[in-house]
Each structure stands twice: as structure tokens, then as C-alpha cells.
């Protein structure tokens, strides 16, 4: 390549990463990345405290079969499967534990269940949530949870429940396409597969290829392309024709103002849902407005509290518990506190100290992120000594340091991950819409100027790092693709 054109990538996660890295990989050195954070990572955001690796964005790599981040990682030992799944335990309002074997067998029981049902799925014209309370009722009129009494089955039900919402960022499964959810490529035979206390964001040193393991030669410098801290406000694009070359500007709020021939927009789809209509001159084309507002988003959180010591056994006999509600419990919970039925579970991560992980979800993880801290803990110390109150001789302590996520909160993301809703199969709303680019010229002239990327642009592997790398790739290979077939000035020229 004689000389490369000028681009521009919006967004430093995991999106923005993997398309720089391989651009630069094919010569692409006029590059600039706007990252309006003060790192990179995107909603890959790990932080070391103290022993503890925090991971507050993605923690698990989902599977290991037909899954390039898992071979990327296992190639030098740096992911394990977690086996904690084995010890599931549930814990009721009262402090009652549900025995092992029945919880066991219900939650199995519904599993089955459902794969068994997954083609039903297919031609299912409602709600996820419409589609999982149908087979449970079902199983429940044909014995299927015969032995386990009623209150149990639909304690764990409920928990189910809570648990997907908090798998799939939704408020309510009875928002979420049932058919939609099979768009998803689901290979993940193991679910929890962790970074040994290494943190997700050692994928980013990954595709990188700064990690000592790699013996790499020549690491790929692409800190070096960042501008941190620049807000995008603006977006003008055009094609102005043969005669002079398309460009796009893309303006900051801090005052700085980037040119460029094309343009990879990364951000996540909470964003483009909040700012395509302020950002884009001209605006964006109707289907790709109808893919980003038709397209869902949601928000999940994680609470962080270390203790001076863990209050749980420390064998690996223990990894946390699932809440189960009493009726008349949640009917006592005054209205400020109600966004704590929206905790599903207390979890304790694989190779830490000291530490429970509170999850949430919905409305209620939005309603967490603007409290006080102080309600915030007060809420999950109530939840620990209504929940576990004297499981292990005494009630849980106060603890020592706090932390939480707040993804809806910040402009940045606002928001986790995508999903399929009702309301994306009503506006057929896709991925692959988004993820169209913008063109200039006309024909096989043609050349991509605003391109868009991201986990929520990827049709199969949406919601998932491993779309969000994908998703890079297949925008920078685009470009690379366009410019072998075109005489590149010696120059770069906007």
C-alpha cells in the first residue's frame, strides 16, 4: 500500500480495538481513535483492587466451541472453566435454604424443558416471557415437577426468570422476541469461563499482541492512534461526487474537529439511540434510523463489596445463592427499597478475596445507579441478613469497601448490551441494518464512508464480545478489501 486514506474510528472497546489493530496490521497508519473516556475497553472495563481483578463490564467468555476469543485465549492458558455451577444454592426471605437436590432437579427439569420446546420457538408469535411461562405451566399440569411443592416450583420459577433478564440485560422477558432470541448463534457449551484474575481486558492486550506470552516483536501500537477524552457532538457527512473526494467531520465538545475519508462508528447502540438525530448532517437514511431505534438495549449491574473477611466458608464449597421471595415479604418492602427484587443473585467470583458480587437488573439497576451509596448498601446489607441471616454462625458484616456499576448512567454507553424485542420484529429492525454502511460514489466505485460496528450490529453474535470483535474485523476488512482494488494516491488526501 503506497499510502493509506484517512480514517477515523469512534469508540476505543472492543469494537473499536479489533478494527484498528487490523487496520494497522494492513498499513492503515492515518488513523485516529475518539475515545470519550479516559481509557480503552469500551464496556470491557477491568480494575485492579487490591488481590481483587474487577471486571465491571463483560467477565465470562461464553463458550468454547466456535468461539475465536476462546481460542485466542486458551492458545497460551489464560481462560478456565468455572465448575461452581455444581454448588447452586437458593435461599429463601426467611432464611430457609431450599435443599440441593430439589433445586437441582427443577431448575434441570426446566431446562430440558425448554430445549425439548425450542423448535415450538420458531413459529412462536409472542414474548419470550409468554413462551418460558407457557412451558412452565405446561410442565406444572403434567407432573413434571411432581414431588416439589408449588411454592417452590414457582419461587424457582421466579428466580429463573430473574436470572434470564439478568443473562439478556432486559427488563422484562415480556418485551423480548421469543422467535428473535433464536437469531442469537448459541454455541456456548460452557457459560462461565473466566480470565484466572487476569480481567477480560487481557483480550485486549490480546489483539494487541502486548501480552508476554505472545513473544510478540512488534505489538501493535495502537495507543499511539488515541485521543481520549474527545466527545463526539457532530457528525457531518457527505458525497460530494468523482470529481472531489466524499469526507466526514466529526466534531468534539471539547473544541476539536477530525476530517477524514471514512468514518467507523463503534458506540454502543444506546448512544445512537440517544444522539444519531443530534449527530448525523445529513441525517441518517430510514433504515438504518428504523435498525437503531427498533433495536433493544438493556442494563444490568454489579455491586462490589469486600469484607475485612469472607463471612462464607472458603473450601469452593460455596459460590453465592439465588434469592427466592416470600409473598408476604415482598409485600412488606417499602416503595424505596422495591428495586431490591430486582437483585437476583450474590455470586463469588472465581479467584478472589473477600469479595460478593450483587447483580441486578432492569429498571432496578437504573434505579441502583442514581441512589446514594450509602442506600445502595444499607439495601444489600438488608438483602444478605434477611436472605442468609445466620447461615454461618453470625449475621453478615458491614463491609469494608463498595463498588457498583452504572452503565445506563453514563452517556458513554447508557446501557449493557442488545437484544431482540417485540418491538424490533414489529419495526423489523436488524443488525445487518445497522451495520450497512454509508457509501460514496456509484457503483463498483462505490466506497464505504460511515461504516458502523459494535456487539449490537452483529446478526448472530449480538450482546457478546466476541460480536464486538467480529463486528471490527468485518468494517476494517471492508476497507481493506475496497483499496486493493483502487490506485491509492501517493499522498493520503481527504
Request: charged share 20%; hydrophobic share 40%; proline share 5%.
Given at each position: 500500500?503506497?499510502?493509506?486514506?484517512?480514517?477515523?474510528?469512534?469508540g476505543?472497546?472492543a469494537?473499536?480495538?479489533?478494527?484498528?489493530?487490523r487496520?494497522?496490521?494492513?498499513?492503515?497508519?492515518?488513523?485516529?481513535?475518539l475515545?470519550?473516556?479516559?481509557?480503552?475497553?469500551?464496556?470491557?472495563?477491568?480494575?485492579?483492587h487490591?488481590?481483587?481483578m474487577?471486571?465491571?463490564g463483560?467477565?465470562?467468555?461464553?463458550g468454547?466451541?466456535?468461539?475465536?476469543?476462546?481460542?485466542m485465549?486458551?492458545?497460551?492458558?489464560?481462560?478456565?472453566?468455572?465448575?461452581h455451577?455444581e454448588?447452586e444454592?437458593?435461599?429463601?426471605?426467611n432464611?430457609e435454604?431450599?435443599?440441593k437436590?430439589?433445586?437441582d432437579?427443577?431448575?434441570?427439569?426446566?431446562?430440558?424443558?425448554?430445549?425439548?420446546n425450542?423448535?415450538t420457538?420458531?413459529?412462536f408469535?409472542g414474548?419470550?416471557g409468554?413462551?418460558?411461562d407457557?412451558?412452565?405451566?405446561?410442565?406444572l399440569?403434567?407432573?413434571?415437577?411432581?414431588g416439589?411443592?408449588?411454592?417452590?416450583?414457582?419461587?424457582?420459577?421466579?428466580?429463573?426468570?430473574?436470572?434470564?433478564?439478568?443473562?439478556?440485560?432486559t427488563?422484562?422477558?415480556?418485551?423480548?422476541?421469543?422467535?428473535?432470541?433464536?437469531q442469537?448463534?448459541?454455541?456456548?457449551?460452557e457459560?462461565?469461563?473466566?480470565w484466572?484474575?487476569?480481567?477480560?481486558?487481557t483480550?485486549?492486550?490480546?489483539?494487541?499482541?502486548?501480552?508476554?506470552?505472545?513473544n510478540s516483536?512488534n505489538?501493535i501500537?495502537?495507543d499511539?492512534?488515541?485521543?481520549f477524552?474527545?466527545?463526539?457532538?457532530?457528525?457531518?457527512?457527505?458525497s460530494?461526487g468523482?470529481?472531489?473526494?466524499s469526507?466526514v467531520t466529526v466534531g468534539c465538545t471539547?473544541?476539536?474537529?477530525?476530517?477524514?475519508?471514512?468514518?467507523?462508528?463503534t458506540?454502543?447502540l444506546?448512544?445512537?439511540?440517544?444522539?444519531?438525530?443530534?449527530?448525523?448532517?445529513?441525517?441518517?437514511p430510514?433504515?438504518?434510523?428504523?435498525?437503531?431505534?427498533?433495536?433493544?438495549?438493556?442494563?444490568?449491574?454489579?455491586?462490589?463489596?469486600?469484607?475485612?473477611?469472607?463471612?462464607?466458608p472458603?473450601?469452593g464449597?460455596?459460590?453465592?445463592?439465588?434469592?427466592?421471595w416470600?409473598?408476604h415479604?415482598?409485600?412488606?418492602?417499602?416503595?424505596?427499597r422495591?428495586w431490591?427484587?430486582g437483585v437476583?443473585?450474590f455470586?463469588?467470583?472465581?479467584?478472589?478475596?473477600?469479595?460478593?458480587?450483587?447483580?441486578v437488573?432492569?429498571d432496578?439497576?437504573?434505579?441502583?445507579?442514581?441512589?446514594?451509596?450509602t442506600?445502595?448498601?444499607?439495601?444489600?446489607?438488608?438483602?444478605l441478613?434477611?436472605f442468609?441471616?445466620?447461615?454461618?454462625?453470625?449475621?453478615?458484616?458491614?463491609p469494608?469497601?463498595?463498588?457498583?456499576?452504572?452503565?445506563h448512567?453514563?452517556p458513554?454507553?447508557r446501557g449493557?448490551?442488545?437484544?431482540?424485542?417485540?418491538?424490533?420484529?414489529s419495526?423489523?429492525?436488524?443488525?445487518?441494518d445497522?451495520?450497512?454502511?454509508l457509501?460514496?460514489?456509484?457503483g463498483?466505485?462505490?466506497l464505504?464512508?460511515?461504516?458502523?460496528?459494535?456487539?449490537?450490529?452483529?446478526?448472530?453474535?449480538y450482546?457478546?464480545?466476541?460480536?464486538a470483535?467480529?463486528s471490527?474485523?468485518?468494517?476494517?476488512?471492508?476497507?481493506?478489501t475496497?483499496y486493493r482494488?483502487?490506485?491509492?494516491?501517493?499522498?493520503?488526501k481527504l
Amino acid at each position: 500500500m503506497k499510502s493509506s486514506p484517512a480514517v477515523l474510528i469512534v469508540g476505543a472497546g472492543a469494537a473499536g480495538i479489533a478494527a484498528a489493530t487490523r487496520l494497522l496490521e494492513h498499513g492503515f497508519y492515518n488513523l485516529t481513535i475518539l475515545e470519550g473516556e479516559n481509557r480503552i475497553g469500551g464496556r470491557i472495563h477491568s480494575i485492579q483492587h487490591g488481590n481483587n481483578m474487577l471486571d465491571y463490564g463483560a467477565q465470562w467468555v461464553h463458550g468454547k466451541d466456535n468461539n475465536f476469543i476462546y481460542d485466542m485465549a486458551n492458545e497460551y492458558g489464560l481462560v478456565e472453566i468455572e465448575t461452581h455451577k455444581e454448588n447452586e444454592l437458593y435461599y429463601r426471605s426467611n432464611g430457609e435454604p431450599v435443599p440441593k437436590h430439589i433445586s437441582d432437579r427443577m431448575m434441570d427439569t426446566l431446562h430440558t424443558l425448554l430445549d425439548a420446546n425450542a423448535d415450538t420457538l420458531k413459529s412462536f408469535s409472542g414474548s419470550l416471557g409468554e413462551f418460558y411461562d407457557m412451558v412452565f405451566q405446561d410442565a406444572l399440569r403434567a407432573g413434571k415437577f411432581a414431588g416439589i411443592d408449588r411454592r417452590t416450583c414457582y419461587q424457582l420459577y421466579d428466580f429463573f426468570i430473574k436470572y434470564e433478564n439478568t443473562y439478556n440485560a432486559t427488563d422484562t422477558l415480556h418485551e423480548i422476541s421469543g422467535a428473535g432470541l433464536l437469531q442469537f448463534e448459541d454455541n456456548q457449551d460452557e457459560y462461565l469461563i473466566n480470565w484466572r484474575n487476569r480481567g477480560f481486558h487481557t483480550l485486549l492486550d490480546l489483539l494487541m499482541k502486548k501480552l508476554p506470552e505472545q513473544n510478540s516483536a512488534n505489538p501493535i501500537p495502537v495507543d499511539d492512534y488515541i485521543r481520549f477524552n474527545h466527545t463526539v457532538n457532530s457528525i457531518r457527512w457527505n458525497s460530494t461526487g468523482d470529481n472531489l473526494p466524499s469526507q466526514v467531520t466529526v466534531g468534539c465538545t471539547n473544541g476539536a474537529s477530525f476530517t477524514a475519508r471514512h468514518l467507523i462508528v463503534t458506540v454502543s447502540l444506546g448512544v445512537l439511540q440517544e444522539m444519531h438525530h443530534r449527530w448525523f448532517d445529513p441525517p441518517l437514511p430510514l433504515a438504518k434510523q428504523n435498525a437503531i431505534e427498533g433495536l433493544y438495549i438493556g442494563t444490568i449491574g454489579k455491586m462490589f463489596l469486600e469484607f475485612d473477611e469472607p463471612f462464607w466458608p472458603t473450601d469452593g464449597t460455596w459460590h453465592g445463592f439465588g434469592l427466592l421471595w416470600e409473598k408476604h415479604d415482598l409485600d412488606q418492602i417499602k416503595p424505596d427499597r422495591r428495586w431490591l427484587t430486582g437483585v437476583c443473585s450474590f455470586f463469588v467470583p472465581a479467584h478472589t478475596e473477600r469479595l460478593l458480587v450483587a447483580w441486578v437488573f432492569g429498571d432496578a439497576a437504573r434505579t441502583m445507579e442514581s441512589l446514594p451509596e450509602t442506600d445502595v448498601i444499607d439495601g444489600l446489607m438488608y438483602l444478605l441478613r434477611k436472605f442468609i441471616p445466620s447461615t454461618f454462625g453470625r449475621l453478615p458484616p458491614v463491609p469494608r469497601w463498595f463498588s457498583r456499576t452504572r452503565w445506563h448512567n453514563n452517556p458513554h454507553f447508557r446501557g449493557a448490551y442488545s437484544s431482540r424485542s417485540l418491538k424490533s420484529d414489529s419495526m423489523n429492525a436488524k443488525a445487518a441494518d445497522l451495520a450497512t454502511p454509508l457509501l460514496a460514489g456509484e457503483g463498483s466505485r462505490a466506497l464505504p464512508i460511515v461504516q458502523f460496528a459494535g456487539e449490537a450490529s452483529h446478526p448472530e453474535l449480538y450482546s457478546t464480545v466476541q460480536g464486538a470483535v467480529g463486528s471490527g474485523w468485518r468494517e476494517a476488512n471492508r476497507l481493506i478489501t475496497a483499496y486493493r482494488s483502487t490506485t491509492l494516491p501517493k499522498k493520503a488526501k481527504l
